[in-house]
């Protein structure tokens, strides 16, 4: 079967490769849509809780759950659209076993068990849905995600699995995949390489985020990028996972930890976000990236990112009109 053809217009706009998943990923696809057709999100695919869990465990595929969220984000913004994200995002509720899988999810395996394709059966749920770019997994194949976390009686403890470490409050020392150092995904890194621009984060740091970091050939793709690489920080820590405790520029120290030779240009963040802004300006500094201080979350007061204020922040960071620190906590741009 033929792969589609996704573009049906002109492209406008930057090219923007997004790594991450969950609803971090989906958060910043919201606002790249706004401002680029030329978009592709580089999905983590370690997830074995809920419905991708079980799927993953069945039917021997990728987690299907972060591609369908980034695949939901990306959907135009019209009757048609909205419409089918919300299909896909649509979860059964039920007695049987269909309770808590969602559509997206069934008919994502449906399509590779069909085609026999990762990306091909991505491209095609894209052109049904509309969608405004492009989604990919970081790698073709099921990965586990391991980290080893200190305990409060001083002992380290592995824990395993995306699910379990996402809900652990006690500092993680380190993570590593299994099977260690798999093979990238093609199309994702010449996203990377093709790419204007590329944004990391935000989201779960060490079961989303950092994964790309953990893959040899995604790492080497985000080298080349050099200094085209921005970094969009959480809005707030996990209170009851996996960043409990974790300050604005701890994220930054973590990432210097997996990638010390990786460049980043920006650095955006919330100022609600931040504690202390010297610690965040001097661990920007550290990496030579320029910070951008700037209200992205909605005005409801929720931890959750509003596409217009981020898009317009993102515009500024790629206008190049981002200096030392921009504090625009009063900006009105984007209100609910």
């Not at 790249?32 to 695919?45: E, Q, S, Y």
């Not at 491209?123 to 990965?143: C, K, N, Q, S, Y």
Request: aromatic share 2%; charged share 25%; glycine share 10%.
């Amino acid at each position: 079967m033929r792969t589609p053809t996704p573009a049906r217009t002109i492209p406008r706009g930057p090219a923007v490769t997004a790594l991450g998943g969950g609803h971090g990923l989906a958060a910043t696809l919201s606002a790249v849509r706004l401002m680029t057709d030329r978009i592709t999100a580089v999905v983590t695919v370690a997830d074995d809780g809920g419905s991708s869990g079980r799927l993953r465990d069945e039917l021997d595929v990728l987690p299907p759950g972060d591609l369908r969220m980034a695949l939901a984000a990306l959907c135009d913004d019209s009757e048609w659209g909205r419409t089918w994200s919300d299909v896909m995002q649509h979860r059964f509720a039920s007695q049987g076993s269909l309770d808590g899988h969602s559509v997206g999810n069934l008919l994502i395996a449906a399509l590779w068990e069909l085609l026999g394709d990762t990306v091909e059966g991505l491209d095609w749920v894209g052109r049904l849905l509309g969608a405004r770019g492009r989604v990919l997994p970081m790698t073709e194949i099921p990965l586990l995600i391991e980290a080893r976390v200190n305990r409060p009686d001083g002992t380290v403890e592995t824990v395993r699995g995306q699910s379990a470490i996402a809900r652990t409050r006690d500092p993680i020392a380190h993570v590593r995949l299994v099977p260690h150092d798999p093979p990238a995904c093609a199309q994702a890194v010449a996203a990377i390489d093709d790419a204007q621009w590329v944004i990391l984060g935000p989201g779960s740091w060490y079961t989303s985020v950092m994964p790309h970091l953990l893959v040899p050939g995604l790492r080497d793709a985000l080298h080349r990028a050099g200094g085209r690489l921005v970094v969009n920080l959480n809005l707030s820590p996990d209170e009851k996972g996996e960043t409990t405790g974790m300050h604005a520029e701890d994220y930054l120290d973590v990432l210097h930890a997996y990638a010390p030779e990786q460049r980043v240009h920006a650095v955006i963040a919330d100022p609600a976000a931040v504690e202390d802004v010297d610690r965040l300006l001097d661990a920007c500094a550290a990496r030579d990236a320029r910070l951008l201080l700037r209200q992205v979350s909605r005005g409801d007061g929720t931890p959750r990112h509003d596409p217009l204020r981020l898009a317009s922040a993102l515009r500024d960071v790629i206008d190049g009109v981002v200096g030392d620190v921009h504090d625009d906590e009063g900006d009105d741009r984007g209100n609910d």
